[in-house]
T-cell receptor, first 113, second 111 residues
Framework: EAGVTQSPTHLIKTRGQQATLRCSPI?????VYWYQQALGLGLQFLLW???????NRGNFPPRFSGRQFPNYSSELNVNALELEDSALYLC????????????FGPGTRLTVL | GEDVEQSLFLSVREGDSSVINCTYT??????LYWYKQEPGAGLQLLTY?????DMKQDQRLTVLLNKKDKHLSLRIADTQTGDSAIYFC???????????FGAGTRLAVHP
């Protein structure tokens, strides 16, 4: 069974640009989570999508947004990129609702120059 | 607010046991997890424990939970060089369906 997949593996952007990161959950999982792993800041919760709806978001500005598609895959969009957005962005999936066991993908490393 | 703390570094000799410790503040956490991250990779779920358990054993891994002291530990028996990685403790915040992570403990295994 395929795990969580993310694309691209690496992404290089310049300040002010927009970045789009993609995630495909494990088959049968309906919840998708996004986390940011920035140097010195650890792993921070960004967003939770379940059944196509945003259910919760972490303490991040509105330029971090996303969506979940009918096939449960998800996109994370980061607008007006800043240097401090450089990080590893990890996507996780779980069975829907309040199920807590989250399985992570390999991540997308975003570098903002 | 919710907080999870871990020591940052642990060095052990190959074949010895490793013990990685974690403390947390959210007493309502129902599930507590250990994840492993190898260089350049995502997070691998190693094991978890439910808050009404004291101990869980899974092959070389033993998780101990002291709910009164909000202390969680991961013991790796017969530590191998392949166990070298960063280990994250995480608690599940049921109110928000999110994981709250510690800073990670870097385990170095030497011959």
């Amino acid at each position: 069974e395929a795990g969580v997949t993310q694309s691209p593996t690496h992404l290089i952007k310049t300040r002010g640009q927009q970045a789009t990161l993609r995630c495909s959950p494990i088959s049968g999982h309906t919840s998708v989570y996004w986390y940011q792993q920035a140097l010195g800041l650890g792993l921070q919760f960004l967003l939770w999508y379940d059944e196509g709806e945003e259910r919760n978001r972490g303490n991040f500005p509105p330029r971090f947004s996303g969506r979940q598609f009918p096939n449960y895959s998800s996109e994370l969009n980061v607008n007006a990129l800043e240097l401090e957005d450089s990080a590893l962005y990890l996507c996780a999936s779980s069975l829907g609702g309040r199920n807590n066991e989250q399985f992570f993908g390999p991540g997308t490393r975003l570098t903002v120059l | 607010g919710e907080d999870v703390e871990q020591s940052l570094f642990l060095s052990v000799r190959e074949g010895d046991s490793s013990v990685i410790n974690c403390t947390y503040t959210d007493s309502s956490s129902t599930y507590l997890y250990w994840y492993k991250q190898e260089p350049g990779a995502g997070l691998q779920l190693l094991t978890y424990i439910f808050s009404n358990m004291d101990m869980k054993q899974d092959q070389r891994l033993t998780v101990l939970l002291n709910k009164k002291d909000k202390h969680l530990s991961l013991r790796i028996a017969d530590t191998q060089t392949g166990d070298s990685a960063i280990y994250f403790c995480a608690v599940f915040s049921g109110g928000y369906n999110k994981l709250i992570f510690g800073a990670g403990t870097r385990l170095a295994v030497h011959p």
